[in-house]
């Protein structure tokens, strides 16, 4: 099997250890806040600082005929539903040992809202969680800090993934975009009811991280989603995210719907069916064994064109647009996927696996160290799979809309319960700007006094972009700026040189 593809799955993929319900705490008032939503009144609980309303319906339970369908209407209820604990998550893949509930039934999202009343209408942030579109859930994100201290609603909803997300097949309409359509049907949700949290529909953030961020970019050029939000973010994650082996534009997060629909119908042979109906009547454990296979697909009435295609053509929402990377996006990904040791002929083998007839280049402009050549290795992936892709997509952005551009920089950012390889030096790895915005899993990181400062400013930076639309450094376009967020250093950072942009631009002819 090809290094980076294992690095696919590992890199979108990790998940921290602990425990996914998001649940109130000792810190309960009795007699929680009601709001009255179009499905119901639901009652919601104060905790510090913010009131939790969690486990509310978006979509009817994508159960039965509802399995691979877009999402339908929520049914409304009688009475004052509890929103007092999380639902369980969406089906992961079985072989991951993602901890948590899990279940079909799983179209539920989380709001919480600040505990002290504004006079004005707020932001509203809502949150796509990443994990290779195959793991992952809202119930994961704890925003409190980003509600309390920036004076926003954050939204976390949960979508489908894997084989319930994006399975296609040649009579299934919809295919291969279920899960993007939960997402949809989340902002459209959002739009009817953030009145009733105190927000203002008229400013709704989408903002995500890995296979988040993908979903945000994606969505961003999807002609059904006007109006639905104002603002993007995209963390590690665009449109233009790809892999240099396997296919010769490389292989990226969104397929063309006739090759997948080609693998759902291989998919469902395996198990015995030809149609989606024989499908439909499998037990859902069984259909978790192709939760790897099945990602967003284009060609679709969503997505009619690839997103970087979309990009390229600026047929995209003209909304101002935040994009950026960490430091050290593939350390974590090298962790698991190559040998330690990699001797400098294992390294020269990989890369000619990756590179083909551009390997000679490739190693010129890296070449292998005597000793492990693991951390090259991984800089270099770095280098050409995060920062040159997500520079191709801030590029297509800027002078069309407002763009800016950071990187998270932070080396010594603690890392996450169950990470291999104790002492591995992962720092700025994919994901470690997460515990500076939201606590994950429930858990506290270690932070130094200058780390909570710089978690603070990334705090107000992402908030007030939120309320604003600026983030509070120039335009990308204006400048080329890229804004660094370091401990003690925030500021801008020379991004083309310090990831050899030029080389990877020249070698790819961009």
């Known amino acids: 099997m090809r290094v980076l593809g294992i690095a696919l799955a590992l890199v979108l993929g990790f998940a ?42 978006f979509a009817a339970p994508p159960l039965g005929p509802r399995r691979w369908r877009a999402p339908q209407p929520a049914p409304a209820w009688s009475g004052v539903r509890s929103g007092r604990d999380a639902r369980p998550n969406c089906l992961q893949d079985p072989h991951d040992g993602v901890p948590g509930p899990q279940s079909e039934d799983c179209l539920y999202l989380n709001v919480t809202t600040p505990a002290r009343k504004s006079r004005e209408p707020l932001p509203v942030m809502v949150w796509l969680y990443g994990g290779g579109f195959f793991q992952g859930a809202g119930n994961d994100y704890d925003p ?22 994006f399975l296609a097949m040649p ?14 049907a989340a902002l459209r949700w959002v739009q009817r009811n953030a009145k009733s949290f105190g927000g203002d529909p008229g400013k709704v953030t989408l903002f995500g991280e890995s296979a988040g961020g993908m979903s945000t970019c994606a969505l961003l050029t999807s002609p059904q989603t006007k109006g639905l939000f104002h603002r993007a973010i995209m963390q590690s994650g665009t449109c233009d995210t790809e892999w240099p082996a396997y296919l010769p534009k490389g292989l990226g997060p969104f397929q063309r719907v006739d090759e997948l629909r080609r693998q759902g119908l291989a998919f469902a042979k395996e198990l015995g069916c030809t149609t989606i109906a024989c499908l439909r009547a499998k037990p859902a454990d069984l259909l978790q064994t192709g939760m790897k296979t099945f990602g967003p697909a284009y060609g679709t009435s969503l997505l009619p064109l690839e997103p970087s295609e979309a990009l390229r053509r600026g047929t995209f929402h003209r909304v101002p647009t935040l994009v950026g990377t960490t430091r050290d996006e593939s350390r974590l990904s090298i962790a698991f996927a190559v040998p330690r040791p990699l001797t400098p002929q294992g390294y020269r083998d990989l890369l000619a696996e990756d590179y083909g007839p551009d390997a000679a280049r490739v190693v010129k402009r890296y070449p292998p160290v005597q000793g492990d050549n693991g951390m090259n290795y991984a800089d270099l992936s770095t280098d050409r799979t995060w920062a040159f892709t997500t520079r191709r997509t801030q590029d297509a952005l800027a002078g069309r809309t407002p763009l800016y551009a950071y990187e998270f920089a932070d080396r010594n950012a603690p890392a996450f319960k169950g990470m291999p390889n104790p002492g591995y030096p992962y720092g700025a790895f994919h994901g470690s700007e997460l515990n500076y915005l939201f ?19 990334m705090v107000q930076v992402w908030t007030t972009f939120a309320a604003t639309g600026r983030p509070g450094w120039p335009a990308y376009g204006a400048t080329g700026r ?9 500021g801008p950072t020379n991004y083309v040189r310090n990831h050899q942009l030029d080389f990877w631009s020249d070698l790819h002819g961009r």
Do not use: M
């Open 16 to 57: 921290p250890v602990g425990s996914t319900a998001t649940t109130a705490t000792s810190a309960e008032v009795s007699g929680g806040p009601r709001v009255k939503v179009d499905g119901g009144e639901v009652e919601g609980v104060r905790t510090g600082r913010v009131e939790r309303y969690n486990g509310i319906p």
């Open 144 to 165: 409190a800090r980003l509600v309390a201290d920036g004076n926003v609603i954050v939204v976390t909803p949960n979508y489908r993934l894997g084989t319930f997300g």
């Open 171 to 184: 009579d299934l309409p919809d295919a291969g975009s279920f899960g993007l359509l939960d997402q949809r």
């Open 439 to 457: 606590e994950i899993l429930g858990e506290k990181p270690a932070f130094t006094p200058a780390q909570r400062d710089l978690a603070a400013a």
């Open 482 to 490: 890229v804004q660094s967020f370091a401990p003690g250093n925030i």
